[in-house]
């Protein structure tokens, strides 16, 4: 589903188009990071995604002329941005990461270690618990130190799945939006988000049922 | 059909969890999971887990631009102005 531009799409690029300095730090502000974990799908390393994210910007101030309100502002950012960060990748020689954008599934990996459930001849609970996920201490999950152990399993994750979470959980963007800007499909968006959340989830499991 | 046939393996829903929060599971895929979760404290929490998981991720700082970066930036938004 396409959403079609706001009027404050309009407005927001008629202040660009005007030379409204503080409209263009605001957009750079909102949107960089994210356009920085999609950059980092297609590219190696950190810097050259910052210089993917730059060169998207001037891309975006060059093509105001020919923004059209068929598409959100948002969404024609991003396609600037994967336009350069292909091209980019291709220079550099590295294979685009196709596989891990149209076959994420292909590969398959648990949610859970199987070690965690009892055998599927098991005479009566196959693929039950054997090790079950205990509640979380409330008083942990607000401290700085689990802050940091979750940032760190997303930045750990697989480039696209870093960003899908990124998009969908970070952003709190919807999933018909994820999918324009990273150009998927709403199953592999759905897979990429779920073996994303789980790493995550495990992650915070590993670090909270340690001793405090 | 027995019970015990319809019955999903706690393995089989931390599988389905992510289909489930997004309201992607068919209703029968839905009811199946809804009733495995009223008697298993571990898929409770499991599920209450990727709830919190969601959560703390949303209060999560995303990774920003440098200082250096942004300064390029507003320099180019000044070049481009200026022409």
Same mark, same amino acid.
């Given at each position: 589903?396409?959403?079609?531009?706001?009027?404050?799409?309009?407005?927001?690029? =008629?202040?660009?188009?005007?030379?409204?300095?503080?409209?263009?730090?605001?957009?750079?502000?909102?949107?960089?990071?994210?356009?920085?974990?999609?950059?980092?799908?297609?590219?190696?390393?950190?810097?050259?995604? =910052?210089?993917?994210?730059?060169?998207?910007?001037?891309?975006?101030?060059?093509?105001?002329?020919?923004? =059209?309100?068929?598409?959100?502002?948002?969404?024609?950012?991003?396609?600037?941005?994967?336009?350069?960060?292909?091209?980019?990748?291709?220079?550099?020689?590295?294979?685009?990461?196709?596989?891990?954008?149209?076959r994420p599934g292909t590969v398959p990996e648990p949610a859970v270690e199987p070690e965690r459930f009892l055998p599927p001849e098991h005479d009566r609970w196959p693929g039950h618990w054997s090790s079950r996920p205990e509640p979380w201490p409330e008083e942990r999950l607000v401290a700085a130190e689990t802050r940091g152990v979750?940032?760190?399993?997303?930045?750990?994750?697989?480039?696209?799945?870093?960003?899908?979470?990124?998009?969908?959980?970070?952003?709190?963007?919807?999933?018909?939006?994820?999918?324009?800007?990273?150009?998927?499909?709403?199953?592999?968006?759905?897979?990429?988000?779920?073996?994303?959340?789980?790493?995550?989830?495990?992650?915070?499991?590993?670090?909270?049922?340690?001793?405090? | 059909?027995?019970?015990?046939?319809?019955?999903?393996?706690?393995?089989?829903?931390?599988?389905?969890?992510?289909?489930?929060?997004?309201?992607?599971?068919?209703?029968?895929?839905?009811?199946?999971?809804?009733?495995?979760?009223?008697?298993?404290?571990?898929?409770?929490?499991?599920?209450?887990?990727?709830?919190?998981?969601?959560?703390?991720?949303?209060?999560?700082?995303?990774?920003?631009?440098?200082?250096?970066?942004?300064?390029?930036?507003?320099?180019?938004?000044?070049?481009?102005?200026?022409?």
């Amino acid at each position: 589903m396409e959403h079609v531009a706001t009027v404050d799409d309009a407005q927001l690029v =008629e202040a660009l188009r005007r030379g409204d300095e503080r409209v263009f730090e605001q957009l750079t502000r909102e949107y960089s990071a994210s356009l920085l974990r999609v950059a980092q799908i297609y590219v190696a390393s950190r810097a050259v995604a =910052e210089e993917v994210v730059q060169e998207t910007w001037i891309g975006v101030l060059n093509g105001l002329e020919r923004f =059209e309100s068929r598409s959100t502002l948002k969404t024609w950012i991003f396609r600037i941005l994967t336009n350069i960060a292909k091209t980019r990748a291709q220079r550099e020689g590295r294979t685009l990461p196709f596989s891990a954008l149209e076959r994420p599934g292909t590969v398959p990996e648990p949610a859970v270690e199987p070690e965690r459930f009892l055998p599927p001849e098991h005479d009566r609970w196959p693929g039950h618990w054997s090790s079950r996920p205990e509640p979380w201490p409330e008083e942990r999950l607000v401290a700085a130190e689990t802050r940091g152990v979750l940032e760190r399993a997303i930045e750990e994750l697989p480039p696209a799945q870093r960003a899908v979470i990124s998009l969908r959980d970070l952003e709190g963007w919807s999933s018909a939006e994820t999918c324009n800007a990273l150009g998927l499909t709403e199953t592999n968006q759905r897979v990429l988000l779920h073996r994303a959340r789980s790493k995550v989830r495990q992650a915070l499991e590993d670090y909270l049922s340690e001793a405090p | 059909m027995t019970d015990q046939i319809e019955q999903l393996s706690c393995q089989e829903l931390v599988e389905l969890v992510t289909d489930y929060l997004e309201g992607a599971l068919p209703d029968e895929e839905r009811v199946r999971l809804e009733r495995h979760l009223e008697t298993c404290d571990g898929c409770r929490d499991y599920v209450e887990q990727m709830r919190t998981t969601i959560s703390l991720t949303g209060e999560a700082r995303p990774a920003a631009l440098t200082p250096e970066v942004e300064e390029a930036l507003l320099a180019s938004f000044r070049d481009w102005k200026a022409t």
